[in-house]
């Protein structure tokens, strides 16, 4: 190891938190490494992937960065990566059963189902994800929906197509009561909004909560209860084993037929089949679907066809300066992957199995 004295502008490229309003000048060992392969894998459109390889490579130049579009498309770098960039939806196991030197991936959203239950992922992969940037855009995503469902606003779509002066009574938000099932940081950021618009908010989680906005918390296990209550039953959790269709048939049963479902977390948390039965019988009375089972939803997905349902490819989070949010986590635990100091990144949510806690 040589120390190697570095002007300053030197060191504001080396230290690189400049690009995000952070500067701090320090000398740092120069350590000769291996430069890591990244392969960027994400179906967002073409500028937002060029923008992350910008930025990365703005920081950390001598890495090697690809970047492809759908799985399919990682035959020509897969082997090689050491690092992948991704979001879970669009993941399949053949790409980390063919990446042999793989040693990190960092997750581009908060979820992380569809990576940490692959079958073929090596046991020494770590997985890190980012948290914390999702408040504003989700909540305000799910505002949106519960309007569209309360004023029935894609019948003024369809009025506008055919060119008809149509008027309808809109339902209010304003005293009506909302059942938010995960309580997280999405669930803190959305419930005072809720609250701001007159509407009493119900938390639903697998143990108490000390959160404001909220009325009060209920139990997981009480769900089926719960759901009786609700006008608007908004889906936040995380998709795992436990949560997996726990939005079913007995939920629907138990719902008021003048209730609304929202899913904004995971489709797999929503039994599909069952939700599609719901809504023909009438058992409630619409539902607003961000997320899907199977991403894209194809297009012979009954769902397309199902009445009183408005679907949403996956916007939520989506949305304008995503990469500049997420690039923070991205770029902090890119500096401490390179410099060896691994078990220092942030929101780690899978540890290589050779770690001793």
Known sequence: M?????????????????????????????????????????????????????????????????????????????????????????????????????????????????????????????????????????????????LSLARDLPRANVAQDKGQWERWPASLLSGKTVGILGVGLIAEYLAPICKALGMTVIGISTGPRNATGFDRMAHRDDLVKVVAELDYLVALTPLTAETRGIVGAKVFAAMKPTAYLVNVARGGVVDEPALIAALESGEIAGAALDVFAQEPLPASSPLWRTKNVTIFSHLGGYSQGYEDRAMPTIAGNMAKFLSGDLKSMINIVRKPASWRD
């Not at 759908?70 to 939806?89: E, K, M, Q, R, W």
Request: aromatic share 6%; glycine share 6%.
């Open 2 to 146: 040589r120390v190697t004295p570095v002007c300053k502008p030197c060191r504001q490229r080396e230290n690189g938190f400049q690009l995000f309003g952070i500067t701090r000048y320090t000398f740092r060992p120069h350590i000769e490494r291996p430069m890591s392969n990244i392969l960027i894998l994400t179906e967002v459109q073409e500028a937002m992937r060029a923008r992350y390889k910008a930025m990365l490579l703005e920081r950390f130049p001598q890495l090697t960065i690809n970047v492809v579009g759908h799985h399919n498309d990682v035959g020509p770098y897969i082997a090689g990566t050491d690092i992948l960039l991704c979001f879970s939806p669009p993941m399949a196991d053949h790409v980390v059963r063919d990446a042999p030197k793989l040693k990190w991936i960092q997750a581009l959203g908060a979820g992380v189902d569809n990576i940490i239950d692959l079958p073929s992922l090596g046991k020494e992969v770590l997985v890190t994800n980012v948290r914390g940037i999702h408040g504003a855009p989700v909540s305000e995503a799910t505002i949106a929906y519960m």
